[in-house]
């Protein structure tokens, strides 16, 4: 299965594991369905069945959630759903239930929280600021980028002491 390498591990794209279900399952059936919630958060599920002339057969069933923020945001939640569908049956490549699109979902959204950090993070004015804000950060503290934000903020603010 043709595989993108995303943080060291290997992902298959949706449509590989799409046409991968195709010439396994020539009968088989996948199904979309969106519902957008008050919030305006977009819950897509994905029903996907082996055989649907087979009741019986093998089926699964895949969703996302999230806004649609952006160009083909709600495109991107349909394959993500069937991604996690045909990964559970078995349609995957090195183990691994997420797809390549949903690994650069998610590590777009760890940026952009990133750089949201980064940018509160020039904000402080004073180092005791600083540290607090830092310690606020959770996980995102051991982040490399971050860091070098904090260090460099830490010089200046030491500077115009």
């Known amino acids: 299965m043709k595989t993108i390498k995303l943080q060291g591990k290997e992902y298959a794209t949706v449509p590989t594991r799409i046409k991968e279900f195709r010439e396994a399952c020539p009968n088989g059936e996948i199904k979309t369905s969106p519902l957008v ?7 897509f599920t994905a029903y996907i069945q082996k055989d649907k002339a087979n009741p019986s057969s093998a089926s699964a069933t895949g969703h996302a959630i999230g806004k649609i923020t952006g160009d083909k945001a709600f495109e991107k939640l349909e394959t993500i759903s069937i991604g996690r569908a045909l990964a559970i049956l078995g349609f995957m490549a090195s183990g691994e239930v997420a797809s390549s699109e949903e690994m650069e979902e998610f590590l777009n959204f760890q940026n952009e929280k990133k750089l949201l950090a980064i940018d509160e993070m ?10 607090t804000y830092f310690t606020s950060l959770g996980n995102l503290c051991t982040d490399k980028d971050i860091i070098k934000a904090k260090d460099d903020l830490k010089k200046k603010l030491n500077e115009n002491i």
Request: with cysteine; charged share 35%; aromatic share 0%.
């Open 37 to 43: 919630q008050a919030d305006g958060q977009v819950i």
């Open 122 to 131: 020039q904000k402080c004015k004073t180092i005791d600021e600083l540290k």
